[in-house]
């Protein structure tokens, strides 16, 4: 039985015999003032009254005449008094003879009768009296035996919970602080057993599931954990990046050889100490150990990826850091808890070298390509001159198509150029406060052959009272020409293009609008990244414009987007800020 159980049991029934008890008391107390009160105000009166009359009687008969009132008066009270069922008519005789010996109380008969009736009424009250006083005493014992009995029941309710209720707690209290204190002592064999379905039933349960993990701990060799700690020491300094541990205070927790070598420190200097004094000591390590503020719920992929080039052995090398959030489950809980992170640093210097060669290599050889493709382009003025001679119908057709290749290879190299300002930072703007107009007129007059071969329609929508801007005019212009000859290429004849140029909020937004079949929502968020072209559609380029153009919109401080639905149409657009105080990268 549970102990709850028990003490509602045991207490309910004490409470219960304690009703029991105080009612039973106070009705018998009650039953005896009441049996009390009768006797006292019926008969004990009429033997008083009786009493009375029988003195004034004999003062009466010795000639005190004033005795009569008395016997009057007590006559009256008894009359008012009558409680026995004899009684009644004793005292009409009574009234009856105290007339007779008022009448004469000189005659020694009357007054004997008087003092006889006065001897019955006194009989008949005191046997009533003896008779209420035995009814008195029954009742009494009655009450003596009840409370007696509850009492008896109640000390044994009592003296069973007293004796047995402190030792069904006590006891397994005190055998689990045995026990307890035997696991501190670190002897995890200890064992509760207790019968029953108590609630120490389950304690005892639990206690030892958690002895017996802990017997598993203590089981598991100090030296395998010590061989297992020195593996994952050596796996981490046989990586030939850098690697830092930090533990969840934000202190070196671990550190191989290489990041050791890279920062200048030894292991002592570093191990466990905290994060702010190392980087205040070196902007280095401030760089390297810099973490974001906060992680993502459940990440398990790093966190933040930049590269930081750092001098090496008296060469500047690039490194790529990765951070990772190192988050676990503790024994016994389900909520994760973020405990540390772990910081790689990928030694990227020869892909950064590649990458700078191929810019190089790309520019040169754009470079280089201008002056044929320019050599070619003038050979074909001058075979179209008049005075080079007439040329058939197949010598024009061949010289158009060559006239549209070397266009090709000019925009193709052109746009490589471009690219290589942007990978190696060098992308120049001349830019100054100007209107913005000439950008709009320059990119509608430079497609407008295009639009009239498709009999396309350019509608332009202005705002009127539009600010100056700080831009590089040439390169926003080259941007926009970019987007409307992309909105000619792929929207359908006769239809029609919007070019907007409005102003919202502290910018201007330059906005190119068709009604073509539109870009699927998968492709949407890749349109602006380098080498890509949505399948299925005209490959006529490098796949490099939309992406030269937002490099060149973004270091002006601006920003580039598009919005699509398929068969419906697409609105690419970038914003250029208005404000006096733009801050952007220049290189």
Sequence with gaps: MKIKTKLNIGVGLLFLMILLLAFASTWYVSSLKREADNVLAANYLSVEYARNMLGASDQYTAGDMVASTTLRSNLAKQKTNVTELSEKEIT???ELKLNRLLDNPSDPQHASEFREELVNLMNVNMAAIVKKNDQTKLLANEAFLLISVLGALSFLIAFVLWVNLPSNIADPIKKLTNSIREIAKQNY??????????????????FNSMAERLQEYSN???????????????????????VIGLNDKKEILFINDEALQLIGLSREEVKLKPLQELANASDL?????????????GQAHALEDNTLNIFVDNKESYFEKQV?????????????????EVIILKNITSIKELDVAKTNFIATVSHELKT???????????LNHPKTGELSENQRKLMEGIKDDSERLLRITSELLNMSQVETGNIKLFAQWCNPMPVITYALQATRLQAELKQIE???ELDENLPEVYIDEEKTAWVLTNFITNAIRYSAEHSQIIVSLTKKDAKLIFSVKDHGKGIDSSYRDRI??????????????????????????????????????VGVGSTFSFSIPTSKNLHYSKS
């Design 458 to 460: 350019l509608v332009t």
């Design 189 to 206: 064999a200890q064992r509760l057993y207790f019968k029953g379905d108590s609630e120490f039933v389950d304690l005892a349960n639990s």
């Design 528 to 565: 602006f990244d380098r080498y890509f072209q949505i399948p299925g559609s005209m490959r006529s380029g490098t796949g490099l414009g939309l992406s030269i153009a937002k490099d060149f919109i973004e270091n002006q401080g601006g920003s580039i987007a598009v919005e699509s639905s």
């Design 220 to 242: 598991s060799k100090l030296d395998h954990i010590l061989q297992e700690k020195k593996r994952v020491e050596a796996l981490v300094n046989s990586m030939h990046d850098p």
């Design 372 to 382: 044929p493709i320019a050599s070619i382009q003038m050979g074909l003025e001058l």
């Design 285 to 297: 390590i401030a760089r390297i150990v810099e973490i974001p503020e906060k992680h993502a719920e």
């Design 324 to 340: 990772y959030a190192i988050e676990i489950v503790p024994t016994g809980e389900q909520v994760l808890q973020h405990v540390g």
């Design 92 to 94: 009409a005789n009574l």
